[in-house]
């Protein structure tokens, strides 16, 4: 299950700028998750930490979370 993945607060963030319940935000996740792992791993292997934190920092701020 995503949730003991993620972060109880993470989800409802999601959850609220979607519109929709925690349930749903966390279906959404474990849905997209693995397309994006695919992502950032071309061909099955971690690229160098800038090129993953750049690629990972780019999918936080789609999720429109601000950096502490």
Known sequence: ????????????RIAQ???ISKDE??????QILPDVVDQATPAGELPPD???DEKFGR??????SSAS
Do not use: C, F, S, T
């Open 1 to 12: 299950d995503v949730r003991q993945a993620m972060d109880d607060d993470e989800l409802d």
């Open 17 to 19: 700028q979607l519109g």
């Open 50 to 52: 800038d090129e993953l």
């Open 59 to 64: 999918l936080h701020e789609l999720g429109g």
């Open 25 to 30: 935000a966390a279906a959404a996740v474990a």
